[in-house]
């Protein structure tokens, strides 16, 4: 993917979520402020587009942040019975595969989520916890798992 291609995404992805996620965890003189910035509206977007959600929901899925347990983004509905979780990381080059740790991450958290060990997560991750006890004991929930990295979907 070329350098602006990269850019126009993640310009868009900027405007669409940049102002509704929360960044009240991020140090505002980090020099990786705006890849991290990028990296949950990647999670976003990745929630807009598979949950056929509005922004400001897609937003609001973002739990992002230290002790995520590789989980980027939760978000459930109950007029579906959908469930999805994301783990995502911008690349401003948008070159790069995910790594065996992400992955292995990432797949320990779903696990540690499924079997409800919620402290192992962080405080946004917790806020949802009805939510996700909800999504885990409705009969006939979905659940997709979304890997974005490099903006491609991983489903």
């Given at each position: 993917m070329s350098i602006i291609h990269v850019n126009q995404i993640g310009s868009k992805i900027n405007s669409l979520f940049a102002d509704k996620i929360n960044q009240d965890d991020l140090n505002p003189n980090?020099?990786?402020l705006q890849p991290k910035i990028l990296t949950r509206c990647l999670a976003a977007y990745a929630v807009y587009c598979i949950g056929d959600t509005s922004v400001e929901d897609a937003a609001s899925a973002v739990v992002d942040g230290s002790d995520d347990n590789g989980i980027d983004a939760i978000y459930y509905s109950p007029t579906t019975k959908r469930m999805i979780i994301?783990?995502?990381?911008?690349k401003k080059d948008g070159t790069g595969e995910p790594d065996n740790g992400e992955m292995r991450k990432?797949?320990?958290?779903?696990?540690?989520l499924i079997n409800l060990e919620l402290d192992n997560f962080n405080g946004k991750v917790n806020a949802k916890k009805q939510m996700i006890e909800t999504a885990l004991g409705e009969f006939d929930t979905k659940?997709?798992?979304?890997?974005?990295h490099r903006l491609k979907l991983f489903k």
């Open positions: 980090d020099k990786e994301v783990q995502s990381k911008w990432f797949k320990d958290g779903i696990l540690d659940f997709d798992l979304i890997l974005i």
